[in-house]
């Protein structure tokens, strides 16, 4: 959420800032109510103090002996007007929130100002494509060959846009999602965790998912008594939330946490794209990365962060591009983001298979997350990052067809072999 100082005190600038991201702010509803609080806090502010005084005179007017009636009576009149003043600045307060919460974070200076993924900038690339000597098979083809990879029997299951995957490629899936943990866990520095699939509503709004993007959610609806429940579209919701409502102590950042999750999405705004394959599916496994850092530390742990995800795919030999993201594309809750995309051989050009965003305060504010700030004694907002580190099954299809033999074996990359008990191709 946007600091409601800056929403109050600069509006103009706070509108232009936001329409770099393509959000367009509704000035004149924001000035009404803000304006509306003004007036309505000032006249609360105003009864309050007459109700303390007046009450102040009434045990002045009883040690006189005179009749407090109608005292009280004004005392109980100027109440009542309070109580309803108070209910209306709420029932404002609650407007206000509902903005600010529909608002997208701030784009970082620097952040290359384009209206979607076409004014994206390359920053650099790692690997030179394989050249093939045979015709190309996308991962889909090489997966159901041999019936590792079935499509059809998900759908049966489930419906569009499941995958089942057996023997040696159910090896293969779980061997990168290790492979990817102790590499962040053993040199990297993270911490493991496991988290719980199932969050409520507010660990969603504290991430930015909510309420923005409720259509693209999987709700749990329960009993009466009991709260609704989300699965989550990623572990990042699980991993932030872990400090929030909290006051962290000094010495305790930078808190760098990493997780292996199934995730879960509807693609409700993603009706035709990637239909076929892994690309893009309800459940997907991710190994995410999230680090809780002090303010001033955030950029340089962007920096780090995207690093730790573009080493999986150098272990993995897999050819990629880092890009910018421009301040149209850049998902809700980021001030910054770099995409990693990798090569994929079947389509031909690089694909999204990493996400890594500073998301400053952003975050923060909405979870009450701070750190208590040693040199001024006071709680702060801390700053949060994550990215992934990475999709596991975006890096199978990599894989995949980035190893893939003229026979249709697929060789497995030398960096996942000892988790693979020492098999070199599968096929």
């Known amino acids: 959420m946007l600091d409601a100082k800056l929403v109050r005190t600069q509006p103009q600038l706070l509108a232009e800032r936001l329409a770099a991201r393509g959000f367009e702010l509704d000035l004149a509803q924001l000035e009404a109510l803000e304006s509306r609080r003004k007036d309505v806090q000032t006249r609360t502010e105003n009864l309050q103090a007459e109700r303390n005084s007046r009450s102040k005179s009434i045990g002045q007017a009883k040690a006189r002996g005179e009749d407090i009636q109608p005292l009280l ?8 007007e309070l109580a309803e003043a108070k209910q209306q600045l709420e029932a404002i307060q609650l407007e206000l929130d509902a903005m600010l919460l529909s608002m997208p974070n701030l784009p970082a200076e620097g952040v290359p100002v384009g209206k979607d993924e076409d004014e994206n900038v390359e920053v650099r690339r790692w690997g030179t494509p394989r050249e093939f000597d045979f015709e190309v098979k996308d991962h889909v083809a090489l997966g159901e060959q041999h019936g590792y990879l079935d499509f059809e029997t998900a759908a049966k299951l489930s419906g569009a846009r499941f995958a089942l995957m057996r023997g040696p490629i159910a090896r293969l899936h779980r061997a990168l ?3 990817m943990l102790d590499l ?3 040199e990297h520095g993270y911490e493991e965790a496991y988290t719980p699939y199932l969050v409520q509503a507010e660990a969603l709004q504290g991430t930015g998912q909510l309420p923005k993007f409720e259509e693209d959610l999987f709700k749990i609806k329960r009993g009466e008594d009991q709260r609704d429940l989300y699965l989550i579209p990623t572990a990042e919701v699980s991993l932030t939330n872990i400090v929030s409502q909290s006051i962290v102590a000094a010495e305790e950042l930078p808190i760098k946490l990493t997780a292996h999750t199934p995730c879960f999405r509807s693609e409700a705004g993603s009706a035709g794209r ?11 496994d991710k190994v995410e990365m999230v680090q809780i850092v002090r303010p001033q530390d955030s950029t340089e742990a962007l920096e780090e962060l995207t690093g730790h995800a573009e080493d999986v795919l150098k272990r993995l030999e897999l050819p990629y591009r880092t890009m910018a993201l421009c301040t149209g594309d850049m998902g ?14 079947s389509q031909g050009k690089y694909r999204e298979i990493s996400s890594c965003s500073n998301c400053g ?19 702060e907002l801390v700053h949060t990052l994550n990215g992934s580190g990475l999709a596991v099954g975006r890096t199978l299809v990599a894989v995949l067809e980035n190893y893939q033999q ?3 074996s697929i060789e497995v990359p030398q960096a996942l ?6 098999v070199e191709r599968i096929g």
């Not at 990637?274 to 997907?284: S, W």
């Not at 305060?361 to 709680?379: C, I, L, S, V, Y």
């Open 73 to 80: 009576a004004d005392v109980d009149r100027m109440g009542n």
């Open 177 to 179: 999602a290790q492979f």
């Open 184 to 186: 962040h866990v053993n």
């Open 274 to 284: 990637d239909t076929r394959g892994m690309i893009r599916q309800h459940q997907f």
């Open 332 to 345: 809700f809750s980021a001030q910054q983001t770099y995409d990693l995309e990798v090569w994929v051989p």
């Open 361 to 379: 305060d952003f975050q923060a504010r909405r979870m009450q997350a701070r750190w208590r700030n040693p040199e001024t004694g006071k709680p």
């Open 406 to 408: 003229a026979d249709g």
């Open 417 to 422: 072999r000892s988790y693979m008990g020492g």
